[in-house]
């Protein structure tokens, strides 16, 4: 059973940096994929970012216009989401997600491509 924890949300302003984090257990191997989605009330879950987890190679939705990274430390089992320059549409909770995946191209076409999730975390990006 994978079990995935975000952390790192909170209230920022305009043009500020965040740095999101998932803690992952129960990875039966490295040969995951882990995304980042996100949702705003009332709207549909998003992709935002995703890794595979044994290679690296990631993949950002086009709306990250290059403002976000995401890494991942094998030996902690954990990515890392940073973001910068956020803006107010960026408000919304993030969730983190995993699917084992021998690919090492991730995907964040559909939410449901994913199996486990992480409770989500909130970001508030107001003046």
């Known amino acids: 059973q994978v079990a995935l924890v975000e952390s790192g949300g909170g209230l920022v302003q305009p043009g500020e940096s965040l740095s999101l984090s998932c803690a992952a257990s129960g990875l039966t191997s490295d040969y995951y994929h882990i995304a980042w989605f996100r949702q705003t009330p009332g709207g549909e879950r998003e992709g935002v970012s995703c890794i595979s987890f044994e290679d690296g190679t990631t993949l950002y939705a086009d709306y990250t216009d290059a403002r976000f990274t995401m890494t991942r430390d094998r030996a902690k089992k954990t990515v890392l989401l940073r973001m910068y320059n956020l803006e107010p549409e960026d408000s919304a909770v993030y969730y983190c997600?995993?699917?084992?995946?021998?690919?090492?191209?991730?995907?964040?076409?559909?939410?449901?491509?994913?199996?486990?999730w992480g409770q989500g975390t909130k970001i508030t990006v107001s003046s």
């Open positions: 997600a995993a699917r084992p995946s021998l690919s090492k191209f991730c995907e964040l076409r559909s939410p449901g491509n994913y199996e486990d």
